[in-house]
Structures are given as structure tokens and as C-alpha cells.
């Protein structure tokens, strides 16, 4: 998440607050942190990077049907097997958070 000095929220929690709300249109419900590190290697680009990483859970049952245009193509439920399939086997198609995460120990918090 990317944002100027004036949007910027006052926690990781109300940023990923509102990117949920404003990507996928899913607002007040309660997130759950999951995942909380500290990352200071090369970016995938191979520059240096650091920066915190969050990872939340939210439960709901209904698939999102207010996707915004240009930041998000799908949305699809997954179980904890395809997610661990699509880190070990096919990486380009997850964030680095993702993998990070998985590297970690911090999937079967899911």
C-alpha cells in the first residue's frame, strides 16, 4: 500500500481496512493480524528493500462482487492446500509477502 504523507492512516489496521473496503468492497468487518514481520531483503527487482509486512484474515461467506477495476482481476476462496501449491509450484503468480509468509511459518495461522 502506497500512500501520501496526507492519506496516510494512523495504523497497518486502518490501512488494510480500507484497502479491503476500497478493492474488493468489503467494509466492517473484523480483521484479524496473522502475520507481522520485519523484511530487509532485495526486492524482487534486486533492490534493497525494507519495510514491515501485515497479513490479516477476514471471514465472510459470500464471494466479493465489487472488485475495483485495474487493482483486482478475481477473487476466489482457496484451501490451505492450493495456497501452499501455488507458493511451492508456480511463485510469479504470489505476492513476495505471500511467499515470505509461508517461508515463515505463518500459513497455518490461516
Known sequence: ???SRAERPASHDQAAAGELEEEIGIAGLPLTEIAHFYFDEPAGDGKPAKRFIKMYKVSFNDLPQNLEAGEVSEVRWFTKDEIKDLILNH????????NLAYNRGYIEAL
Open 91 to 98: 511463485p510469479q503468480q504470489i505476492s513476495e509477502g505471500l
Open 1 to 3: 500500500m502506497d500512500y
